[in-house]
């Protein structure tokens, strides 16, 4: 709309690394995974009740399934409320391998330290599991091999994409006012994945704050509340009770919500109509 140009910004460190070695849907994304329930899921390196675009419908559909095998470097809620089998998996940290950033830069690295106990690299749990059900393709013996098969040493990619990854251009829907109270749902730096969450330095810092829930003197007004005040958030089936907070940028008829925190994990949508009302 305005004749400007700009790239993307990845959704994770290693997104295009992902794109790169097809780690893709070849049917159901995770969102139709859950919505559409399985009668088994493997878990790898995922806090459903904290990671998922829905946390209440992942944790229904795990709850029901047969088997639920978790794959994580921590003892976490799936082992107390959904797990059938954990297999201990060492963190990115204790591990050789390969990210590739936005850029289409290719960069290797090794692991700082020896897995801790018993546990192993995720990709030799998996060519292990893979071999125990007689799959082909998991002979791997080192992760310069899996890369190797991922990112050829030869070709256009061999020394790195050079921005050959098109991203291609997209016309931006404008979003129309639905006069409901839509929450906006980020993730703050702080709650994004396993390892910061349990980092106690970083759990002290202004940007681990609890969430709020954010909106607009104008918004407030409308909704009878104040700053500060005690509500009462209500998405679908969930609730959690949260404090108002002013932020003149969030637009009217909006309410920025946080994802990926236990006291939101039992809302549902991180994008998708609110209620908000005195707790």
Same mark, same amino acid.
């Given at each position: 709309?305005?004749?400007?140009?700009?790239?993307?910004?990845?959704?994770?460190?290693? $997104?295009?690394?992902?794109?790169?070695?097809?780690?893709?849907? $070849?049917?159901?994304?995770?969102?139709?995974?859950?919505?559409?329930? +399985?009668?088994?899921?493997?878990?790898?390196?995922?806090?459903?009740?904290?990671? %998922?675009?829905?946390?209440?419908?992942?944790?229904?559909?795990?709850?029901?399934?047969?088997?639920?095998?978790?794959?994580?470097?921590?003892?976490?809620?799936?082992?107390?409320?959904?797990?059938?089998?954990?297999?201990?998996?060492?963190?990115?940290?204790?591990?050789?391998?390969?990210?590739?950033?936005?850029?289409?830069?290719?960069?290797?690295?090794?692991?700082?330290? +020896?897995?801790?106990?018993?546990?192993?690299?995720?990709?030799?749990?998996? +060519?292990?599991? #893979?071999?125990?059900?007689?799959?082909?393709?998991?002979?791997?013996?080192?992760?310069?091999?899996?890369?190797?098969?991922?990112?050829?040493?030869?070709?256009?990619?061999?020394?790195?994409?050079?921005?050959?990854?098109?991203?291609?251009?997209?016309?931006?829907?404008?979003?129309?006012?639905?006069?409901?109270?839509?929450?906006?749902?980020?993730?703050?730096?702080?709650?994004?994945?396993?390892?910061?969450?349990?980092?106690? $330095?970083?759990?002290?810092?202004?940007?681990?704050?609890?969430?709020?829930?954010?909106?607009?003197?104008?918004?407030?007004?409308?909704? #009878?509340?104040?700053?500060?005040?005690?509500?009462?958030?209500?998405?679908?089936?969930?609730?959690?009770?949260?404090?108002?907070?002013?932020?003149?940028?969030?637009?009217?008829? %909006?309410?920025?919500?946080?994802?990926?925190?236990?006291?939101?994990?039992?809302?549902?949508?991180?994008?998708?109509?609110?209620?908000?009302?005195?707790?």
């Amino acid at each position: 709309l305005l004749g400007a140009r700009f790239g993307f910004i990845c959704e994770a460190a290693n $997104s295009v690394g992902g794109y790169l070695a097809e780690a893709l849907p $070849s049917g159901l994304n995770a969102y139709e995974m859950f919505s559409q329930p +399985r009668k088994a899921y493997l878990l790898f390196g995922v806090e459903p009740e904290l990671d %998922c675009y829905n946390p209440q419908l992942a944790k229904n559909a795990l709850k029901q399934a047969s088997l639920v095998v978790s794959m994580s470097p921590f003892k976490n809620q799936a082992a107390f409320e959904y797990a059938d089998v954990l297999l201990p998996i060492s963190p990115f940290t204790e591990t050789s391998g390969t990210f590739v950033n936005a850029e289409g830069r290719v960069q290797s690295f090794s692991g700082v330290v +020896r897995p801790l106990g018993d546990t192993r690299p995720g990709w030799k749990v998996l +060519r292990v599991v #893979g071999n125990l059900l007689g799959l082909a393709g998991f002979d791997y013996e080192s992760s310069e091999q899996v890369r190797g098969e991922a990112l050829p040493s030869s070709g256009p990619f061999a020394d790195g994409l050079d921005n050959a990854i098109d991203d291609g251009v997209f016309s931006p829907a404008l979003v129309k006012p639905v006069g409901e109270l839509q929450r906006v749902a980020p993730v703050p730096i702080y709650f994004s994945d396993s390892l910061v969450r349990r980092a106690a $330095s970083l759990q002290m810092t202004k940007d681990s704050a609890s969430p709020t829930v954010r909106m607009s003197m104008d918004t407030v007004t409308k909704l #009878g509340l104040a700053d500060g005040m005690l509500v009462r958030v209500t998405q679908h089936e969930g609730q959690a009770n949260l404090e108002v907070e002013l932020d003149e940028t969030v637009p009217v008829g %909006c309410a920025i919500v946080a994802a990926g925190h236990p006291s939101t994990a039992s809302l549902g949508d991180m994008f998708g109509a609110i209620s908000v009302e005195r707790a």
